[in-house]
């Protein structure tokens, strides 16, 4: 009981504070980490602990399966080199840095330096790009972002697992390295085939609640499974994402994909509570059992451990920059305005959180491991949380429609395909108001605006609508437009399509 009633107290306040993180434009976890801090510190507060094992499968999990749901290869082909630059580069100097601060200041055994450094390596990047997409920002610079929030988590988890396997082995990377060469490809593998699986089972299920169940279903039994064979169950997840989403968005009905975008939606929201919730409450914990100067040295470790994260990020992405204007001439390279954004979006969030739960219990100088870990988080979502809106502010970016122009000029792609299936249709009365209405929203798509029981004129909006969906994925699949488009007009279809669907066809069943 008293994880669920700190938990519902919780949700409590962040219900509350979110309200104003969006009227301050604050991303949400900067108002979790705060109303979590609050929640530890109240004297009350019980002393909760969580398998280490579960808390990695329960947090992680669905993460990465969303995180790799809306990153498609093709994305991260064209984003690779600031890709890696982000998500690979920088996570191995920033863990590199933290490992040396925690040998040299702390003490700390190599193999748990490194566990450390990988805790705190990967930034939350969907924290900035919840909120970076309501600012007026370059348009590559939220497309990296997001490509890094994918990466990142898999590189700084797999050497997380490294480093934990070897600071509890007793032959160290004698018996761990090697595993890696085969966990790698294995992972890989078995997430593919899983997928393959899974969009077999998705075909069957199809309107039901079921076909929900089976994905979270799918998810946690990769994870599980990955870890029996003993192979990598992070890269098993991004892969069954991946393998899952190049399929199903041409197959899934709308009312499937717009309830199981909501479900996954509050399951990533509520492990943020929860996360926040547990890592404050163990970080209350290790400080009563600290006293006088060892805590002062805890905090003070912290602390450092905290610039260090922010400058190494700070410092690759100044220097990846100047790299790029100095040898890479005739393409379009990242401004210094864009680059200190860049610089600037290294909050940390849920992965750091989970992955310090999933510490073991005798893991060494856990206590220090775990509370250095939500301080450089919540250190990072209040100071760089709170000011990236206003950097973006006065660093006055240039306005950037390309997402809009390309949306619009899809739009038109798509009235043309619509239009095409009212050939050979009788000019009656529901014909010609359809056609009317096409030409409404061509008007509307050339202005560059946004623009549908069981009737005559209903069946030809679905009519036109299938075959709008039709040339979307086509055009998607060629390579014509970006998926941050796809996704857009996706939704959009997906509305327009529910609204001229009967209420029994909307329905989605049990089982």
Known sequence: MALFESMILLSL??????????????????????????????????????D??????LFIAPVLMDAGFDMPPRTLRRFWLPTVSLAVVAVVLTTAGVAW????????????????????A???AGAATAMLSRLRLPRRTVQVLTAESLLNDASALLIFGVAVRTAMAGDGLARTVPMLFLAVPGGLLLGWLLGKVLIQLSRQLRGTLSATLSQFAAVFGAWIIAEQLHVSAILCVVALAMTVAHVTPGETPPRDRVHAYSVWAAVVFISNVIAFLLVGLQARTIVSRLAGPELTHALWFAGAAFLVCVGVRFAWVMIYNALLRRFRKGVPNPTPQQGLVVAWCGMRGLVTLATALGLPDDFPQRDLIVLTAFAVTVGTLVIQGTTLAWLVRVLRFPPDTSMQDDASRVRLRLLDAAEATLEGEANDEPARRIREHYAD???EAEAGRDSVTGTRMSAL?????????????EMRHKGEIDDDVFHL?????????????????REIVEG
């Open 13 to 50: 306040l962040a219900v509350v504070l979110l309200r104003l993180s969006r009227q301050l434009a604050l991303p949400y976890p900067t108002i979790l980490a705060a109303a979590g801090t609050a929640v530890a510190a109240l004297p009350w507060a019980p002393h909760i602990d969580m």
């Open 52 to 57: 280490p094992k579960l808390a990695l499968v």
């Open 489 to 505: 007009l996706e939704n959009e279809l997906d509305w327009s399509e529910l609204a001229v669907t009967s209420p029994d066809d």
């Open 122 to 124: 990967p930034p939350d």
């Open 441 to 443: 929203a061509r008007q």
């Open 461 to 473: 909006k679905r009519k036109g609508l299938q075959a709008k969906r039709h040339m979307l994925l």
């Open 101 to 120: 601060l925690g040998m040299a200041w702390a003490g700390m055994p190599v193999a748990a330096a490194v566990a450390l450094g990988a805790i705190v």
